[in-house]
C-alpha cells in the first residue's frame, strides 16, 4: 500500500437517533461495524461509514448553494480527492485501513437543501468504506492513498 500522504481529515461527524443534524466530534472511533456511537453503527458494514471531500462543498458554494458542514450524510470530511477510487481500493487515515465499498448513491434528502444538488453531486457525494483495521481517527489526521 502507498504511503504517499495526500491530505487531512478536515471534521468528523457522528448520527444520533432522533436528532436532524450531524455531531461535530475531535475523534470517532471505528471498527468493522462502523462508526461506534453513530446509530447507523452495526446496521450495513458496507455503508456504515461515509467520507466526503471538501471539495463538495466548495462545488455547492460555486454553485449559490448554501450547505453547512454534515449537511451530505458524511462521518468525514478530507480535503483531498477520493471519487476517483473504487469499490475494493484500499487507502489509510491515520493507523486505520479504509476499503471502498461502493460510491454514495444520491438521496431525496439532498433536494430539501436545494433542487440543484442531487444532479450538481451526481458522482461527488462521497464513497462508503468498510474498516479493514479498528481504531480513531482524528481531525487532522493525514490521508494515505
Known sequence: MSTQNLGKVLNLFISIKGEISRLSKEEISLDE????????????????????SSSSYTLAQ????????????????????????????????GDIELEVTQNCTLCNGLSKINPK?????????GVFVKAVTSGCVKKD?????
Open 117 to 125: 444538488l442531487p444532479k450538481l453531486l451526481k458522482d461527488g457525494r
Open 33 to 52: 461495524k462502523g462508526v461506534k456511537e453513530d446509530k447507523f453503527y452495526s446496521k450495513d458494514n458496507l455503508r456504515a461509514i461515509l467520507i466526503t
Open 141 to 145: 489526521d493525514n490521508v494515505y492513498l
Open 62 to 93: 460555486s454553485n449559490n448553494i448554501s450547505m453547512i458542514k454534515g449537511d451530505l450524510g458524511e462521518n468525514i470530511i478530507v480535503d483531498c480527492d477520493i471519487y476517483h477510487l473504487k469499490p475494493q481500493d484500499r487507502f489509510k487515515i
